[in-house]
């Protein structure tokens, strides 16, 4: 098993930067693939970005504007927001996978509970 908790979301302005956290804790030897997804209110849930062992990919809007980092010895992961802008308002979620690859959602093995980004005109 492994525990994911999220933090550093709240309300920022647009063109502010906010910077996510998620702790990793339990079994994490078993962790190949960290990634942040997120859902708008009457979305579908979306992955923004996610890194593997030396590789990382992004969803075509944030490229450029967000920032995905992991610090190994600490078993955690970052996602920076830069440039926030109002339509990246979500809940961000974490999440793990043990695949060396994880193509869709349904490859991840753990998921935190969120955390809200909510980014104002």
């Known amino acids: 098993q492994v525990q994911l908790v999220e933090s550093g979301g709240g309300l920022v302005q647009a063109g502010g930067p906010l910077r996510l956290s998620c702790a990793a804790s339990?079994?994490?030897?078993?962790?190949?693939?960290m990634a942040w997804y997120r859902r708008a209110p009457g979305q579908e849930r979306e992955l923004v970005a996610a890194?593997?062992?030396?590789?990382?990919n992004y969803t075509d809007s944030v490229k450029g504007r967000f920032t995905i980092s992991r610090d190994n010895a600490e078993n955690t992961v970052y996602l920076q927001l830069s440039n926030a802008q109002p339509e990246d308002t979500a809940l961000y979620y974490c999440?793990?996978?043990?695949?060396?690859?994880?193509?869709?959602?349904?490859?991840?093995?753990?998921w935190g509970q969120g955390t809200q980004v909510t980014v104002s005109p």
């Open positions: 890194t593997g062992r030396g590789d990382t």
């Open positions: 999440a793990t996978g043990s695949r060396f690859y994880c193509g869709s959602y349904y490859d991840y093995d753990y």
């Open positions: 339990g079994s994490t030897h078993q962790i190949r693939v």
